[in-house]
């Protein structure tokens, strides 16, 4: 890897007249993230250029918030992206569930802290004036990254946990949201995955099944999401491609932010999950729902 060979690359793949898409796909396709910073750098010092600046004047629409996306050095595109969900235009409440519910807690505290640099107010902040109510709460539990990360499982507790679950939710008349709320956000993964087992025995059903029953709108999105990453995290990240994509219109946002933020993690994972629950390839989806450089960038990240 020579980040000036890259970079001189992606220059002549801009000068002059018209614009090598397709050398810019292959150039930072088959770089990893931590390259495409070096590359980025470089640009600078050798042609005096800011890179992004270049392919923003250069590209448009959604192939150009894919190739932005990929030279943003990880952490700052979930920065970015809160922010987004948060401040663009009404609040985009899928895009902070899928980060604040699959992220881990090194994760989550780098973010806290790149936010409040770049924005000068905190996370928690702008999640409180933004949303209201019980999703409010559920999302700044979340965005505390304290959940525990260590491997114990306590059978007595998890036994008392999932009683707790039934008895806040199934066996009483309305819904004790807070109990699952402290249950959900804190508990470890391995501890959590026990208590699922116990309630269904103790409740004849998943607990998937009972917050759909108990919850509705953004609250059970966000406790159905923490449930699910808990479960299978590229399971998750399959399904949120799947409905990006399915029926009418893409909700490009999420196929882009989704393929960017993962391709590096567990894309493989996430397309052979994807294979599994729908019975079509990631990439043969891609295909037919996107278009142009847009599809081929997609593509080359999706590792067809």
């Known amino acids: 890897f020579s980040a000036e060979q890259e970079a001189q690359a992606l220059r002549k793949a801009m000068k002059g007249f018209g614009t090598d898409e397709d050398a810019i796909i292959e150039t930072l396709t088959k770089l990893n993230v931590s390259q495409r910073q070096q590359?980025?750098?470089t640009y600078k010092s050798t042609i005096g250029r800011d890179l992004i600046d270049d392919l923003k004047s250069e590209l448009s629409g959604n192939f150009e918030k894919v190739i932005v996306g990929l030279m943003t050095p990880t952490i700052m595109y979930d920065v970015h992206e809160l922010r987004r969900a948060l401040k663009g235009a009404g609040t985009d409440e899928g895009c902070l569930i899928e980060i604040l519910a699959s992220r881990t807690n090194a994760e989550i505290r780098h973010i806290n802290e790149n936010y409040k640099l770049q924005y000068g107010s905190t996370l928690e902040d702008d999640i409180v004036s933004d949303?209201?109510?019980m999703f409010r709460r559920v999302l700044v539990s979340l965005?505390?990254?304290n959940r525990d990360e260590g491997t114990f499982v306590d059978e007595?507790?998890?036994q008392q946990d999932a009683q707790c679950?039934?008895?806040a939710g199934e066996k009483k008349w309305g819904t004790d949201e807070v109990q699952f709320m402290?249950?959900?956000c804190t508990r470890n993964r391995c501890h959590l995955l026990r208590v699922f087992d116990v309630y269904r025995g103790i409740a004849n059903k998943d607990i998937t099944e009972s917050i759909k029953s108990e919850m509705s709108g953004d609250l059970e999105d966000a406790l159905?999401?923490?449930v699910k990453c808990l479960r299978n995290k590229p399971a998750y990240f399959a399904e949120r491609l799947y409905k990006s994509m399915k029926g009418l219109g893409t909700d490009d946002s999420t196929l882009i932010r989704v393929m960017v933020s993962r391709s590096e993690i567990d894309?493989?994972?996430?397309r052979r999950e994807f294979l599994a629950m729908y019975g079509k390839s990631l990439h043969s989806f891609i295909k037919g729902d996107c278009s142009g450089d847009y599809r081929k960038v997609l593509l080359r990240l999706c590792g067809g």
Do not use: F, N
Request: no cysteine; proline share 0%; net charge negative.
């Open 165 to 167: 679950l039934y008895e």
């Open 267 to 270: 894309m493989l994972y996430i």
């Open 143 to 145: 965005a505390t990254g």
């Open 39 to 41: 590359v980025l750098i």
């Open 131 to 133: 949303t209201s109510s």
């Open 156 to 158: 007595a507790l998890a």
């Open 182 to 184: 402290s249950i959900l």
């Open 224 to 226: 159905l999401a923490v």
